[in-house]
Nanobody, 119 residues
Framework: QVQLVESGGGLVQAGKSLRLSCVASGNIFSINAFGWYRQAPGKQREFLADITTGGNLNYADSVKGRFTISLNTAKDTVYLQMNSLKPEDTADYYC?????????????WGQGARVTVSS
């Protein structure tokens, strides 16, 4: 099993920055990749970015250039640096990890971190 815990959410003014953290525990050596998603009220969960343990990155067009995903393997932590925040970035932010069990590839999710951007 892999467990994920996000932190770093909060209230921030438009134009400011915020960094989310997601700490992994459990069977961390089985993790292949981490991702960040968000879900705004009344909307579907949206992909933001992902990173493999080999360092390959992928971003959604909606956040490319403003958000940066990074991985600190020594701390088993993945980060999402969010710059130039906008009110429409207000959402619950979730990290996930893709990991290999004995029989299948599985995905674990954190509990979410709420980000509110005021205008």
């Amino acid at each position: 099993q892999v467990q994920l815990v996000e932190s770093g959410g909060g209230l921030v003014q438009a134009g400011k920055s915020l960094r989310l953290s997601c700490v992994a525990s459990g069977n961390i050596f089985s993790i292949n990749a981490f991702g960040w998603y968000r879900q705004a009220p009344g909307k579907q969960r949206e992909f933001l970015a992902d990173i493999t343990t080999g360092g390959n990155l992928n971003y959604a067009d909606s956040v490319k250039g403003r958000f940066t995903i990074s991985l600190n393997t020594a701390k088993d932590t993945v980060y999402l640096q969010m710059n130039s925040l906008k009110p429409e970035d207000t959402a619950d932010y979730y990290c996930n990890s893709e990991w290999a069990s004995d029989v299948a590839m599985l995905v674990s999710w954190g509990q979410g971190a709420r980000v509110t951007v005021s205008s």
